[in-house]
């Protein structure tokens, strides 16, 4: 499947595509697109968790867009900890 559209004279034009923060409306794209990579993704346990995951200061879910269709996605979790030492 592609993505350019074909042009009267021949020429092709891909859609302007952007990357934003995931919503609770995007599980169905992103379900699709993980079902490509082989995972299951019609368990019930699905929607709580990305659920979850959104409201999870911690995770980052980001999805690329063109004409409002979800291509693909990317998820980051950020770890933040304290490095310290005691010296006496």
Do not use: F
């Amino acid at each position: 499947m592609t993505r350019e559209t074909a042009m009267g004279d021949g020429a092709a034009v891909r859609p302007q595509s952007s990357v934003r923060a995931a919503r609770d409306e995007d599980l169905p794209a992103v379900l699709r697109l993980l079902e490509q990579l082989g995972y299951e993704a019609e368990s019930p346990r699905v929607a709580p968790v990305w659920k979850t995951l959104l409201a999870d200061p911690q995770y980052n879910i980001l999805v690329a867009v063109a004409d409002d269709e979800v291509l693909g996605l990317i998820t980051m979790r950020v770890h933040l900890c304290s490095a310290y030492a005691v010296v006496r």
